[in-house]
Every structure is written in structure tokens, then in C-alpha cells.
RNA sequence: GCCCGGAUGGCGGAACUGGUAGACGCAAGGGACUUAAAAUCCCUUGGCACAAUGUGCCGUGCGAGUUCGAUCCUCGCUCCGGGCACCA
């Protein structure tokens, strides 16, 4: 805290915060749901507060970049996080005031449409108001409106669309592209926090401006014309905002709107009143929270010295122990004489330690990288460790928090880089967002008191089966509507698994540590492909794709698979060392999903090491391939027929093979054919006409 | 309003990202075993039609297109889920 305070990435400002009543504290905008607080759910009020801010935004244009190179990441969150930062690309341009020697800046994306402003809107909240409104004659009128705003917001819910209104301040400013006076007007959806909280407004080609313009009887001035219609003034009833040629723009008219923009932006930045600038939605990240739980901000205000940071032989600033939590509204630390009686390192001089305390986010912002060097205690990190171990291969978590936790570690990640702390980028190199379990419509949680209790069901059928059900279900990337209908499938699965191995036992444990005879009968060969494919596929989807569903159902296979040659009436039995391979491959496979009857069932084949320690399975191409497949026989991409053939049977041979079909010749009779496609191994295509 | 996802049998979901749609499981129906039930095992199960144990047609939200071939690619819609939102 204290190198990034030095760094200017930490500061202190009054601000307009977001206020929790029920848990009496800040909290960041991230942590803003629908109005409402993260946590408790509890409506969000704003108040006037000093507090602990992280200048993210000087990583705005980099978190942004970035998202581009986060290939292991959802397509979603990826989403959320540029909509979150949302950059916009424009000019700022100086509008001077009549009669004044002051000026009204805005920022718009638009400085195509210059010669269409009409008029100008600024936020109540914009300090020239104060300067303007004595001046104006209806002074009183002015600030009646800006109370009623106000208290209009506060009411108001944020998903809430106000109506449009505003009043007119007495001034004017003037277009410094054609020299034009036009009024001033203060209003009500113009926000002080985002751009320079004034708007010029074109209402001929922005639908805000527009909807204001149609109340308040202001001109309208078309400057773009789109190419396939015409505009006319007074017969429009929404702004046209696309693209089109300029009009009534003077010099620049005829010309393309997307050339215009930095046409325009440059002449004024030639005459030295416009400057192209870029804005982002991202504010910084306010940190100070007014509760007691949370790592102490190490900083000290002295009276005379102002801010300073706590000594670093003083670290780390301790909680007190013996705190009781009040209702005050303020954190419980800030009335505890001994934590903040403190001294100032500079002067020496009494002084106020610091009794807010980080947000909880603050800490998992980087925890990832303290796990690398839990017993280094010369500093945050050690960094070799954390080049060995960092970036994290694999994250898991909610898609909650896209936003929150995983924008903030980003950030985190970029600023220890910055402070010599990481040689690393990005923290997290692959993520995935597991679904939400969804019960009678909403997400399943505590709070919302619709959890399934699977203390239940695992009583009845026991853990394992509650296990393989949960992962058997969907795959995790999934939302899930939860349902217990199919519990009973994965039960009998299990017992199945156990009665294949008890009632093979000896079998089993008579072929403990052989090898497999080289020459191999017809339903051993394949029972020992079964098995391969399975450990493939298995492997495959447990280790990149989490897809645990298929890789049950592939184990799944392989048991039916194996019942079904085990069978006293099959003519032709496995030998006995495959029918151990695949009873073991099943065990092993199942064992993550299934460790307690797996295990049991290990020791039950004449195992001596625990199952738990046996490595996974490779598995061997070779035995995995197939001796004889099928190949389907299409004629005008219509499935006709299908044929057996060897693997390595040749392409000419197929189509012979696939014009004496009797099937097949049925649909070809009188015809002619025109082309024929084969795909190796898997069909054959005959184009007739 | 803008931006992301998604839509496949009665249900949960498969299908190497252009190559046999419906794996695996649930549910349902039929049968075997049993005095009976439970458990277990076997068979059927996308829809429609018929000369009916086979064969044809249709079928992956809807409508077009590209292709020998489309659940998959392209364009235009519908619905559902999610995110952002007076952002200038």
C-alpha cells in the first residue's frame, strides 16, 4: 500500500460515495448490484466522504488491450469487463461564455455534428453554476431545480429512466467553429462524474438531445445526411444517429461524418480550443471501508504534516482485539483511543491513525501470488517463486465476479509489475466460470434460503453417488436447474461397478501382476481397444474441458461394454489379464468422481498400494485403434447404406464396394454418377443425377 | 437502446468445430425371474406413413443462402438467459 501511495496509485478525496446502511460502510462501484449492496442486498444511498482510492484507471487503456490476449478466458467475462471499462474516443472542445472570461468544456464523440449543436446541457452539480446563476436573473429558480434533482436521484432507482428536464441558466456560450451563441441549460440527465459533466447537445443526431429540444421548443439543425433517406427538420421523430455526409458544416460539409470527426478535432486543435481525448466509464477503485474486519490502511494524518505513511519498521499496523461492534456508523476503530493515538514520523507531534480499512477485494487482488512463497517473510514476495509458479494455468470461479475480483486482480497483477514485485502480465491464463445451481427459478443460495440439503441424499445413497450425480449432470460451465430425478441411475451404476468386480473376484485377483498374453482372441482385442479409447477420452475431457459428464458416460460405455462380454452366453470370453485391465481402468478413472468405493474396490482385486497413489493411466494409440470400421455410403448426401471395411482398406476399393450396395444401386439405377467423395475412415459420397 | 451467451427427443444432455444427429443417463412401455414386492436382467422408445421386425419421408427455435454434404459456416428473424445503460 504504502509503494503504490508513494507511486500516486493510492490517494485520498472527497467524493460522492456509494453508502450502505445496514452494513454501515462505503462500497466500491463494482460492488454496486441493481442499486443494491453485494452483500446484504440492502439499497445504496450517496454520500459526501473522504476515502481510499486505487487509481485503476491509469490502467484503463492496458486492462483493456489486455482483455484482447486473454485467449483462455470466456468469450462473456471478456465481454463484461470491456463494457465495465467502457472506453469512448473523442474530442474536448472549449465552448467560451458570453460575457465571461470563463469557458465550458465538453468531451463528445461526435465533433462531426459541431455545426448542429443547438444548445449546451451541464450536470447540476457543474461548478460554473455557481459562477452563472447570480448573473442569470432567476437565481432562485436555478437552485430549486438542482434541489429537485437531486433529490430526485436519491429517490430514484438506478434501472429507473428519468424524464428529461432542465432549466435554462441565463448564459450563453459560443461554438468556436462558426461563432454561433447558444444557450446554457442545466440539466437533469447530464452526469458530473463521467466525461467534464457538460454535454454539447446536437439534437438532430442524439436521441437525449433530441427528446430535450422536442420539450423545451430548441432548434433542431441537421449536419449529417444519411445516404439512403432525407432528413427534414420538422418532420423527424427520433435523432438520426448513424453515419452520412456532412451538411451545413461550413468548410468541412460534404464531407464523409468518419473523416469529419478528426478533421474537425484537428482544426480545432490548431486553433487551440478542441484536443482529441479518450474517456473511460472505469472509475478509480475506492478502498476504504468503515469496518473493523479488514487489513488497517498503514497511513497517519498529522495536523501539521498532513498524510504519512506508517513507518515501515512499524509494520504491519495490528488490529485490536478487544473491539465490540457498535452501530454508531462509524467503524468501531474509530473510537478506540489506543488504536489511533499515535505520533507523526515526521514531526513527532500527536497524531490520527488512519481507521478505515481495506476492502476485503483488496487482499484477494493478490493472495495468488503470496501462495507461491507462504514462508518468505522479507517482503510481499519472493520473486522467484512467483516467476516459477505464476501465471495461474487454471482459475475457477463464479462468473459473479467478472468485475469484481478478476478486474481488480488484473490491475493488482500490472501495478506489483510496475513496482518490481512481478514479471507477469495477466495473473490468471485460463478461466473458468462455473455455473449457477438454479432452484425454483433462482440462483441457489444461502440468502435466498432455496439450498438442497445433500446431507439427505447422501444418506440414502451415500457420497459417492451424490458426487457422481453432481458432475454427471451438466457440464460446469452450465447453469443448472437442480433436479433429483436422475440419482437413481448413477445408484445403479455404482452397484453395478461393485457386482462386476465381486462377482469376478478371483478371477480378478488370480490375474494380479500378469501380463498381457501377446496374442490377444477377438473379444479380448476388443475390450483392450474399449479400455484405451476410454483412457483417452477421459483424460481428454478431465483435463481440458472439465467435462465431467462425458467422461462418466464414457466410463459408463466401457462397463456396459465389459457386462456384456463377461456374460456366460457371449460365445468367446476376454482373457482374464483384460478383463483386469479394464476393470482397474474403471476403478482408476472413476476414483476422482468415486475415491470411497473405488479405493474399497481397489484393495478387493488384490491390490496392496492404495489406489490413491497409482498414477494415471496412459493410454496406448496403438491399442486404441480400430481394426474394422464403418463406413457410411451417402448417395446425394443421403444416408443409404453402410458397409464394414479395414482400416486401411483403399479408396478405390471402397467404391467398388459401395457401388454393389444393393442399397445403394437402388438409388443409383438410371442414373449417372457425377462425383464421388470419400473422407477417410468415415464415408463415402456418391453424386448421381 | 447497446453488447455477450443460448435454443437439439417427454427430461438432463452427446456429436473430433462441415461428414452416419440423439452417445450416456433419467422417465415411459413390454417381457424374464418371484407366491408377491423390491432388487436384477432383456427388449422397445424423435415424429409421420406404409404393402409394418423392414422401407420411405420429415426432423437440431423460424426463414433464406453457401456446400457433394450444415446442429456446426453466412445473412435475416423469434424466443429465453445474462451484462451494461441518460456514458455525451
Not at 509503494?3 to 462505503?26: D, F, I, P, S
Not at 482483455?67 to 465552448?95: H, Y
Not at 442399397?663 to 442414373?671: P, T
Amino acid at each position: 500500500f504504502i509503494r503504490m501511495y508513494e507511486k500516486g496509485l493510492a490517494y485520498v478525496k472527497k467524493t460522492t460515495v456509494n453508502w450502505c446502511e445496514t452494513c454501515q460502510t462505503v462500497l466500491a462501484n463494482e460492488q454496486v448490484i441493481d442499486g443494491c449492496c453485494w452483500r446484504c442486498d440492502q439499497q445504496i444511498s450517496s454520500r459526501q466522504m473522504q476515502g481510499w482510492f486505487f487509481r485503476i484507471t491509469s490502467y484503463a487503456e492496458e486492462l483493456l488491450t489486455g482483455c484482447a490476449r486473454l485467449e483462455g478466458w470466456p468469450e462473456k467475462v471478456i465481454t463484461m469487463q470491456r463494457n465495465w471499462i467502457n472506453k469512448s474516443t473523442g474530442a474536448r472542445i472549449d465552448f467560451p461564455l458570453v460575457d465571461s472570461d470563463r469557458k465550458l468544456t465538453v468531451f463528445t464523440t461526435r465533433p462531426d455534428t459541431i455545426f448542429g449543436v443547438t444548445f449546451m446541457s451541464v450536470a447540476p452539480e457543474h461548478p460554473l453554476i455557481k459562477e452563472i446563476a447570480p448573473r442569470s436573473g432567476n437565481e432562485q429558480k436555478i437552485w430549486d431545480f438542482v434541489a429537485e434533482v437531486q433529490l430526485e436521484r436519491q429517490r430514484s432507482r438506478p434501472e429507473d429512466e428519468l424524464d428529461k428536464k432542465g432549466v435554462f441558466s441565463g448564459a450563453y456560450a459560443v461554438n468556436p467553429y462558426n461563432g454561433l451563441q447558444i444557450p446554457v441549460y442545466i440539466a437533469n440527465f447530464v452526469l458530473m462524474e463521467y466525461g467534464t459533466g457538460a454535454v454539447m447537445a446536437v439534437p438532430a443526431h442524439d436521441q437525449r438531445d433530441f427528446e430535450f429540444a422536442g420539450k423545451y421548443g430548441l432548434a433542431i439543425k441537421i449536419v449529417v445526411a444519411p445516404r439512403e433517406k432525407e432528413l427534414k427538420e420538422d418532420s423527424m421523430t427520433e435523432a438520426y444517429d448513424g453515419p452520412g455526409v456532412l451538411i451545413n458544416s461550413g468548410e468541412f460539409s460534404g464531407m464523409d461524418s468518419e473523416s469529419a470527426k478528426t478533421a474537425i478535432t484537428e482544426y480545432g486543435e490548431k486553433k487551440g480550443f478542441a484536443a482529441a481525448e479518450t474517456s473511460y466509464r472505469l472509475r478509480d477503485w475506492g478502498i476504504s471501508r468503515q469496518r473493523y474486519w479488514g487489513a488497517p490502511i498503514p497511513m497517519i494524518h498529522c495536523p501539521d504534516c498532513g498524510i504519512q505513511p506508517v513507518p515501515e519498521k512499524d509494520l504491519p499496523v495490528i488490529l485490536p482485539t478487544d473491539v465490540r461492534p457498535d452501530n454508531s456508523g462509524k467503524s468501531s476503530l474509530h473510537n478506540l483511543k489506543e488504536f489511533y493515538q499515535t505520533s507523526c514520523p515526521l514531526c513527532g507531534g500527536e497524531a490520527r491513525r488512519e481507521t478505515d480499512t481495506m476492502d476485503t477485494f483488496v487482499e484477494s487482488s493478490w493472495y495468488f501470488v503470496r501462495y507461491t512463497c507462504p514462508n518468505f517473510h522479507n517482503g510481499p514476495v519472493e520473486l522467484d517463486k512467483a516467476d516459477y509458479w505464476l501465471p495461474v494455468n487454471q482459475y475457477i470461479g463464479g462468473v459473479e465476479h467478472a468485475i469484481l475480483h478478476l478486474l481488480y486482480s488484473r490491475f493488482f497483477t500490472r501495478v506489483m509489475r510496475d513496482l518490481g514485485y512481478l514479471n507477469i502480465d495477466e495473473p490468471f491464463t485460463n478461466l473458468l466460470t462455473q455455473g449457477m445451481v438454479i432452484k425454483d427459478g433462482a440462483k441457489m443460495s444461502k440468502s435466498k434460503g432455496n439450498v438442497v440439503d445433500p446431507e439427505e441424499m447422501i444418506s440414502h445413497y451415500g457420497a459417492d453417488t451424490v458426487r457422481l450425480f453432481s458432475l454427471f449432470a451438466a457440464p460446469p460451465e452450465k447453469d443448472l436447474e437442480w433436479n433429483d430425478k436422475g440419482v437413481e441411475g448413477c445408484f445403479r451404476f455404482l452397484k453395478r461397478v461393485h457386482r462386476l468386480v465381486m462377482e469376478n473376484r478371483e478371477l480378478l485377483k488370480g490375474s494380479a501382476g500378469n501380463k498381457l498374453p501377446g496374442n490377444l482372441c477377438k473379444a479380448g482385442r476388443n475390450l483392450h481397444r474399449k479400455t484405451h479409447k476410454t483412457i483417452k477420452k477421459v483424460s481428454v475431457d478431465l483435463e481440458t474441458t472439465f467435462h465431467f459428464n462425458t467422461a462418466i458416460s464414457a466410463v459408463m460405455e466401457l462397463t456396459n461394454t465389459l457386462s456384456g462380454t463377461c456374460g456366460e452366453e457371449s460365445g468367446e470370453e476376454p482373457e482374464a489379464e483384460t478383463i483386469r485391465e479394464a476393470v482397474e481402468t474403471i476403478l482408476v478413472l472413476l476414483s476422482p468422481m468415486v475415491p470411497h468405493l473405488c479405493e474399497e474396490l481397489w484393495e478387493t482385486i488384490g491390490n496392496t498400494s492404495p489406489l490413491t497413489e497409482k498414477a494415471w493411466p496412459s493410454y496406448d494409440q496403438e491399442a486404441a485403434r480400430e481394426e474394422e470400421i464403418t463406413i457410411a455410403i451417402q448417395v446425394n448426401g443421403k444416408l443409404r447404406s453402410q458397409i464394414k471395411a479395414k482400416v486401411d482398406e483403399k479408396e478405390e476399393k471402397l467404391k467398388e464396394m459401395a457401388m454393389a450396395d444393393v442399397k445403394v444401386q437402388k438409388f443409383m439405377e438410371g442414373k449417372e454418377i457425377k462425383k464421388t467423395i470419400v473422407v477417410p475412415g468415415k464415408l463415402i459420397n456418391l453424386v448421381v443425377k
